[in-house]
């Protein structure tokens, strides 16, 4: 199974490839603000390297937190798009080894409905002005 990891919690954001536990390709880079800009680029342009396409994908293993919240966001917003898109079972995680986790736990026939986001701290919400 072909395997979509994402990690955007942090300023430099992470995608990789795996089959089963194999890395085929992984990337890094400083997404900072262009994240949303990047992060279907970036996936796109390991699939080619591949040769394989969207569809090629068979699972989806995301980092679901403590991080930046608009990281996070994002990040999780492509992983829950394309698993409702292609039909593909998500798995969210939170512990350090949450690559080797998640992967587990796909192998294993495990799935989350959606990945949720954990931020780490309660939500701080901005009352409106009268």
């Known amino acids: ?5 994402i990690r955007t919690d942090k300023p430099d954001s992470e995608v990789g490839l795996y089959d089963g536990e194999t890395q085929l390709a992984y ?4 997404a900072h603000r262009q994240l949303a800009e990047t992060l279907h680029l ?3 342009s390991l699939l080619k390297a591949q040769r394989m396409d969207w569809t090629s994908l068979g699972g989806i293993v995301c980092f679901q937190g403590p991080g930046s919240f608009t990281g996070l966001r994002i990040g999780l917003t492509v992983a829950n798009t394309l698993s409702y898109s292609y039909h593909l079972p998500i798995v969210a995680a939170q512990d350090p080894r949450w690559l080797e986790a998640g992967i587990r736990r796909l192998e294993n026939g495990e799935t989350d409905d959606r ?3 954990f931020y780490g701290a309660d939500v701080h919400i ?3 002005r009268k």
């Open 1 to 5: 199974m072909i395997i979509l990891t």
């Open 115 to 117: 990945a949720m986001p």
């Open 42 to 44: 970036k996936i796109e």
């Open 126 to 128: 901005t009352l409106p």
């Open 27 to 30: 990337e890094t880079w400083p």
